[in-house]
């Protein structure tokens, strides 16, 4: 099926020219002089792409492009413009556009960029379909290929009733992709109980695991199930598996072998259908050496292992983690001023090296939403420290020249912007014609 392209002007000849352009090369696309009319047919079409000048009247580019992020979030959007308005295609990019082409260009320019707004589409919808399909939950975000590989096994073991083991740094939400994986299950109905393996004495945390029946011992005034009962016919998770005592071990891995659990002071078990979800920020072969998790519990838990990967290795889901955690901030702090982040304290946000991860992101959000004295959050209301290392940059090799890294540099800076010079230099804080010079010496 061909993609469907819509190209909008109120020089209805120049938007014609346009679109039979994008048809010989085999895309479905049309023309119209109306922004209202092509709204409209966005609205009653499955379009991909849009192509719109800005400058037109009844409805301009901007406003066409707010009408359509509401109407069909998934359509990827274009945005035309003379050389002196390129202020407001860059207001249109923070709006959401996938990309802006600068008046006079040519088809062949528009097709490359339309082929990549369609794979992005395509990206988005994918990552929707596996949130639907995974029953997301808060804090997951599928934008990077890293979290839509990790959102791929989910899909595939969500309903097979294996263990699985998940780690990562702390902060990464392993706690919200194991209830991902119970939302998926057939035990979506049934409870989803997480206990921090970390945080309570060994005796009261095998209470709390196992149970214990009245007079077991001091203070055990009246029996007490325990949470593999609780969670019968649903999902326990274990956080932080390897600070778990290791005398409490066996019992564990008894009650995974048997399917049954027996409580503190009991002489019976009983029969208990748990599926046990361990997670741990430790690296779990490491924690066996060190003799802190006992080598037959991982090979027993280990039946599906996940990594979730670091924030800053997923760097694509960053702005999307702060539209979520802005949206849930300013829900529970209805009284804040603040409305959104200035572009200087976003690309903080982006820069940032994020040692606490998802969690740390999340605080950081929150605070600049309470701090902030107008509708804009600014870098000052993120407290984050400005002497801090701003990057996980690491470097490894021979040691090159400046002029060599230099231009290394600008060539993965390009290609992370999909080849567009002018986002480049801009990210970059230097002018197109440095960037071409930079580019020019190889």
């Known amino acids: 099926m061909k993609s469907k392209v819509i190209v909008v002007d109120d020089k209805l000849a120049l938007a014609e020219t346009l679109a039979d352009g994008l048809v010989d090369q085999q895309f479905d696309a049309v023309a119209f002089g109306s922004a209202i009319a092509a709204l409209e047919a966005v609205k009653t079409g499955d379009i991909d792409v849009v192509v719109t000048d800005l400058r037109m009247p009844e409805l301009d580019g901007l406003a066409l492009l707010d009408a359509i992020?509401?109407?069909?979030?998934?359509?990827?959007?274009?945005v035309m413009t003379a050389y002196g308005a390129v202020d407001s295609a860059v207001?249109?990019?923070?709006?959401?556009?996938?990309?802006?082409?600068?008046?006079?260009?040519?088809?062949?320019?528009?097709?490359?960029?339309?082929?990549?707004?369609?794979?992005?589409?395509?990206l988005r919808c994918e990552a929707a379909t596996l949130r639907k399909r995974v029953g997301a939950h808060g804090d997951l975000v599928v934008h990077s290929a890293a979290m839509q590989r990790v959102l791929g096994i989910v899909e595939r073991i969500a309903t097979a009733n294996v263990p699985v083991l998940i780690t990562g740094e702390t902060g990464t939400g392993k706690g919200a992709l194991a209830r991902a994986i119970h939302n998926a299950?057939?035990?979506?109905?049934?409870?989803?109980?997480?206990?921090?393996?970390?945080?309570?004495?060994?005796?009261?945390?095998?209470?709390?695991?196992?149970?214990?029946?009245?007079?077991?011992?001091t203070g055990a005034t009246q029996d007490h199930p325990g949470l593999f009962v609780a969670a019968?016919?649903?999902t326990l998770l274990l956080d932080e598996l390897a600070e778990m005592p290791i005398a409490l071990q066996p019992k564990l891995l008894r009650v995974l072998e048997a399917g049954a659990v027996r409580p503190v002071g009991a002489t019976r078990e009983r029969t208990v259908d748990v599926r046990v979800i361990a997670?741990?920020?430790?690296k779990p072969l490491q924690a066996v050496v060190a003799g802190a998790l006992r080598e037959d519990?991982?090979?027993?838990?280990?039946?599906?292992?996940?990594?979730?990967?670091?924030?800053?290795?997923?760097?694509?889901d960053i702005a999307p983690l702060v539209e979520h955690f802005l949206a849930d901030a300013l829900a529970r702090h209805p009284e804040a001023r603040a409305k959104r982040f200035a572009r200087t304290a976003m690309r903080r946000l982006l820069d940032h090296a994020w040692p606490g991860n998802v969690r740390?992101?999340?605080?950081?959000?929150?605070?600049?939403?309470?701090?902030a004295s107008n509708d804009e959050i600014s870098p000052e209301d993120l407290g984050l420290d400005a002497a801090a290392p701003v990057s996980a940059m690491q470097f490894s090799g021979d040691v090159m020249a400046m002029s060599e890294l230099q231009r290394s540099y600008a060539r993965w800076a390009l290609d992370r912007f999909g080849g567009h010079k002018t986002r480049t230099a801009e990210r970059l804080d230097i002018d197109a014609k440095t960037l071409n010079r930079w580019l020019a010496d190889d």
Do not use: M, W
């Open 91 to 122: 207001e249109a990019i923070r709006k959401g556009a996938y990309h802006y082409l600068t008046k006079p260009f040519k088809v062949d320019e528009l097709v490359i960029f339309v082929r990549r707004a369609i794979a992005e589409r395509a």
């Open 69 to 78: 992020r509401t109407a069909a979030p998934q359509t990827q959007v274009i």
């Open 185 to 217: 299950s057939s035990r979506a109905a049934r409870p989803f109980i997480a206990i921090n393996c970390a945080a309570l004495p060994e005796q009261l945390l095998e209470s709390e695991l196992f149970g214990h029946v009245k007079g077991a011992f």
């Open 232 to 234: 019968d016919g649903g």
């Open 297 to 316: 519990l991982l090979y027993r838990l280990d039946v599906v292992p996940i990594e979730v990967p670091a924030l800053r290795e997923r760097r694509d």
């Open 279 to 282: 997670a741990t920020h430790r």
């Open 360 to 371: 740390e992101l999340a605080h950081v959000v929150e605070r600049g939403v309470l701090l």
